[in-house]
Each structure stands twice: as structure tokens, then as C-alpha cells.
């Protein structure tokens, strides 16, 4: 079974503030397992479907776009964002319009962040410098063999 952890946090439990606006905003370390045969590449796409506020959800707010993740990978060191990612690995554009890693910065309450692997039976074309979210989902579309999910929540003080 593919699996995606995290050694900063559990599944359903608060994402430290060093992950987030509040703090370094660095990429949490994460890792996997269970890598189903034939898998090429990994793909990952952090978002939350909370904003602007989980009392009144109104979009979900794209936080890291990341693909072609060689499968001879199992993880992504804290802060692997912009500087220390896999060779071939490529970050697309988020909602904060910029490449690479935003962290959560909930305007209110507690949010959730689903952070989705997914295992792909093919690497990717390079998608392109201004890559989004719908881009990564369209060229994925029939290529993917497993996917896994961690979720963390955070609220600011």
C-alpha cells in the first residue's frame, strides 16, 4: 500500500509553525512507501480546501505543485523547496503566484492541508515555468497508479 508520512507531523494533527507563514516557511520532510510496480515518477500537490474560512469554504487554495519526482525516491528532506530537490524533480506555480513551496497562512480558524502523492507510470514533459495545479491533474490524467494522503491542520494564534 502506498503511504505518505511525515516526520513533523502525524495524519490529522497541527503542522508545526516552522512549516508555515508564522515561522522559516520551509517544505515539511516528507517520505513514502509502498510504491506500487511500474511506477516512473511522483507527483505531489498540497492544498486546502478550507479558504478563505473552514466555517464558509469558498476555493482550495493550491499551496506546492511538485512532479517528475524520480521513484528511485523515498523522501523529501525539510526544506527540499527551490534548492535541495531530487535530480529532474520540477515545482509548478501556486495560489500565492510563485514557484515552489507557500505554507499555510490561514487568514482564520483551523484549516486543513491534504498532502496528495501520487504514483505515476510515466515522467511527465517538463509542463512549463508557470505550471499549475489543473496543468499537473491534465497531464497525469490515465498515468496514475496509486495515491496517497496526509492531512495536517493549522491555525494561527
Given at each position: 500500500?502506498?503511504?505518505?508520512?511525515?516526520?513533523?507531523?502525524?495524519?490529522?494533527?497541527?503542522?508545526?509553525?516552522?512549516?508555515?507563514?508564522?515561522?522559516?516557511?520551509?517544505?515539511?520532510?516528507?517520505?513514502?512507501?509502498?510504491?506500487?510496480?511500474?511506477?516512473?515518477?511522483?507527483?505531489?500537490?498540497?492544498?486546502?480546501?478550507?479558504?478563505?474560512?473552514?466555517?464558509?469554504?469558498?476555493?482550495?487554495?493550491?499551496?506546492?505543485?511538485?512532479?517528475?519526482?524520480?521513484?528511485?525516491?523515498?523522501?523529501?528532506?525539510?526544506?527540499?523547496?527551490?534548492?535541495?530537490?531530487p535530480?529532474?524533480a520540477?515545482e509548478?506555480?501556486?495560489?500565492?503566484?510563485?514557484?515552489?513551496?507557500?505554507?499555510?497562512?490561514?487568514?482564520?480558524?483551523?484549516h486543513?492541508?491534504?498532502h496528495k502523492?501520487?504514483?505515476?507510470?510515466?515522467?511527465?514533459?517538463?509542463?512549463?515555468?508557470q505550471?499549475?495545479?489543473?496543468?499537473l491533474?491534465r497531464?497525469?490524467?490515465?498515468?496514475?497508479?496509486?495515491?496517497?494522503e496526509?492531512v495536517?491542520?493549522?491555525?494561527?494564534?
Open positions: 500500500m502506498f503511504v505518505l508520512e511525515s516526520a513533523a507531523f502525524q495524519q490529522g494533527s497541527a503542522i508545526p509553525p516552522r512549516f508555515t507563514c508564522d515561522d522559516a516557511n520551509l517544505s515539511p520532510p516528507l517520505r513514502w512507501r509502498g510504491l506500487p510496480a511500474g511506477t516512473k515518477s511522483i507527483a505531489l500537490i498540497i492544498d486546502d480546501p478550507d479558504a478563505p474560512d473552514p466555517a464558509a469554504p469558498k476555493r482550495v487554495w493550491v499551496h506546492w505543485v511538485l512532479y517528475n519526482v524520480p521513484a528511485t525516491s523515498a523522501e523529501l528532506p525539510e526544506g527540499a523547496s527551490g534548492r535541495r530537490l535530480a529532474g520540477r509548478g506555480v501556486n495560489d500565492g503566484d510563485h514557484t515552489g513551496y507557500d505554507g499555510p497562512c490561514p487568514p482564520k480558524g483551523r486543513r492541508y491534504f502523492a501520487y504514483a505515476l507510470d510515466i515522467v511527465l514533459a517538463d509542463l512549463g515555468a505550471a499549475r495545479k489543473a496543468d491533474e497531464a497525469m490524467a490515465g498515468h496514475v497508479l496509486a495515491m496517497a496526509l495536517g491542520t493549522y491555525a494561527r494564534d
